[in-house]
């Protein structure tokens, strides 16, 4: 018999992204699926397919995967649910396997947004062309996401998502747009969905009133109980439109550590070994501080003061922490260059940029192969306007032609 288990679901480089103030360069989105590759992320919605500025980056990156760059991970595109997306997303980005496919589903959006474009019924028609113009066109997996699922009528809601189901849609995305759920009402609401469309949930809240990561684990579990595959949307260091998506860490901490889920299967490839990295490049490259008490990431999750905290600690960690530093990859030194530095940026040369790779010990074959990557560190600069981080450096110079892709823009 099939168990059911909870799969993380990265959105940051398209909830994250769209997001009011913060933005990432393609080469950052690049190094973000690369880290969520790394943690064992089953899946990065890795950016929009019909955004002429995307076309490169997507592509590329799904040249990255096809030639092992990037191993285990999905990268899915999120388009509107029309067929109109659907065939602009398989013009520009004809390799894409993955894709949400979305549509607003309650009454406030159908009567709001749409004014009489829509109804239900033409909502579910829409829908279900676009499922079938997408799964035509080359599509192994598709997702039909409800926006504004938590304040759309059950009834309707199981209505569209067996439909959906019936026309060939691998699973359906229960969207809390507005962050208005609760762990109970979520809980609730999923746990009939689930059971009367019988296929894998994906949950996608928000954290307008602060109950983002407890709402994403109780509809998580909800799917679960009733038979179904969840996975659960995530954003590196809860980034996200308003109030942000549902920290990657936290969601993952609290299915290992949280009581009343031991029983409940989290896939087996997440590795929180790369999370110190992962969560201080994505803060980096946004230019977001990661806060002080962020749960397991932040300064202040190892450190212990209060006298009888910190002799408690001492005496045996398990007094005062729930869980392990090393498990999230902290405790190693960070060092810090303080005498002469030689970087590598937008007008570098070659003798700087060589001694700079030699600090990586990345070799190059012969002179003509240096200048070339000289050339796109260049590039990369420019393209990211900050100093660019050794990973970066290092997937320039393993890349090349990808790195290369993913700069070039046509507007
Ligand atoms: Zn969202």
Redesign the pocket.
Known sequence: MHKPKIYILD?TNR?GVQTSRICLSKLQKTMINIHLNDMGVAQSEFGFPVTRHETNYLNANLELLSSGGLSGINLSGWIRATSEDVKTAFKLVPTIKYLNLSISTSDQMIVHKFKGKLDHASVIKEMTEAVKLARQSGAESICVNAEDASRTNISYLIEFSQAARDIGADRIRY?D?LGCDTPFSIYDRIKILAKEVALPIEI?C?NDLGLVVANSVSGAKAAVDSGCDAYI?TCVNGM??RAG?ADLVSVILAIKYGHGLEEYALDERINLKKAWKTCKYASYAFGVPIPINQPGIGSNAFAHESGIHADGALKDRRNYELYDYEELGRGDPEIIETGRQITAGEYSGIKGFRNVYEKLEVEFHNEEEATKILELVRYANVHNQKPLVDDELKFIAKYPDIARKIFTMNP
């Open positions: 959105v909830d969207c747009t996608h928000h949307n996200g439109e998506n």
